[in-house]
T-cell receptor, first 124, second 109 residues
Framework: KAGVTQTPRYLIKTRGQQVTLSCSPISGHRSVSWYQQTPGQGLQFLFEYFSETQRNKGNFPGRFSGRQFSNSRSEMNVSTLELGDSALYLC???????????????????????FGPGTRLTVL | GQQLNQSPQSMFIQEGEDVSMNCTSSSIFNTWLWYKQEPGEGPVLLIALYKAGELTSNGRLTAQFGITRKDSFLNISASIPSDVGIYFCAVRYGSKVTFGTGTKLQVIP
């Protein structure tokens, strides 16, 4: 199976512009999550989509938005870019959303999130 | 928000040495994960832990889920140069995964 793919891999924008990043999940995976990675804040959860619906959202301003299509592919959009938006944006897919807690060892790594290589966004 | 305290922040070790890193949380979690990230790539899942006290191996890697469900450790035995990277612990509740700050591992040949 092909892994998670993200396009573009690198992007340079200027302040005030907007940007759209794309993510294609592993075939058969229906849940897509987005993360922002910066040296200062580490890996932070942005949002998660399943069946074209946003299920969870992290603590980011409304300038960050996303959507998911019927084929499970997802896009995220950042409007009115700021210098601090420079980061590696990672997409991760899983077969289905996490089912709460697997108390007693019922979970399987097969159902965990698998990451793409990321899109490196630089805002000048 | 939830924070995971991961230590050490970085390590320089000789090839062939064993490595140990750990992660603690102030809250209880029932799913602990360990990922490795290499330059220019996304994190790769190494080990997933679902049961308190569980000890799981993946080749030279061994991870344990603490009995209190508030901590986990990862050991790497007989390190080799390709072990270089950043190792992240993470906890998952539902769909949301929270990552630790990472341990940067460098191996001296």
């Amino acid at each position: 199976k092909a892994g998670v793919t993200q396009t573009p891999r690198y992007l340079i924008k200027t302040r005030g512009q907007q940007v759209t990043l794309s993510c294609s999940p592993i075939s058969g995976h229906r849940s897509v999550s987005w993360y922002q990675q910066t040296p200062g804040q580490g890996l932070q959860f942005l949002f998660e989509y399943f069946s074209e619906t946003q299920r969870n959202k992290g603590n980011f301003p409304g300038r960050f938005s996303g959507r998911q299509f019927s084929n499970s592919r997802s896009e995220m959009n950042v409007s009115t870019l700021e210098l601090g938006d420079s980061a590696l944006y990672l997409c991760a897919s899983s077969q289905k959303p996490g089912q709460g807690d697997y108390i007693g060892g019922m979970g399987s790594s097969y159902n965990e999130q698998f990451f793409g290589p990321g899109t490196r966004l630089t805002v000048l | 928000g939830q924070q995971l305290n991961q230590s050490p922040q970085s390590m320089f070790i000789q090839e062939g040495e064993d490595v140990s890193m750990n992660c603690t949380s102030s809250s209880i979690f029932n799913t602990w994960l360990w990922y490795k990230q290499e330059p220019g790539e996304g994190p790769v899942l190494l080990i997933a832990l679902y049961k308190a006290g569980e000890l799981t191996s993946n080749g030279r890697l061994t991870a344990q889920f603490g009995i209190t469900r508030k901590d986990s450790f990862l050991n790497i035995s007989a390190s080799i140069p390709s072990d270089v990277g950043i190792y992240f612990c993470a906890v998952r509740y539902g769909s949301k995964v929270t990552f630790g700050t990472g341990t940067k591992l460098q191996v001296i040949p």
